[in-house]
């Protein structure tokens, strides 16, 4: 976990859980629908700091082997 955590502040740019809690992040995440498969990406908290750290964040994983 550490690891992983100085990497995505190294290579990223930053790790959002520096800027925002768990839960504010998890809440987020469910209010725009990721958990259920139902994004709505015209939403415009998309535009936001967060909505754009959880689409990278959505993009990298869709990356990952």
Same mark, same amino acid.
């Given at each position: ?14 790790d ?5 809690? %768990?839960?504010?992040i998890?809440?987020f ?16 908290r ?6 754009? %750290? ?6 990298r ?5």
């Open positions: 976990m550490h690891f992983e955590r100085c990497l995505a502040v190294s290579a990223y740019g930053g959002v859980r520096d800027d925002y809690k %768990e839960q504010e998890d809440e995440m469910e209010d725009l629908g990721i958990y259920d498969d139902e994004i709505d990406y015209s939403d415009a998309w535009l936001t700091s967060l909505g754009m %750290e959880v689409h990278s964040y959505l993009v994983q869709r990356l990952a082997p």
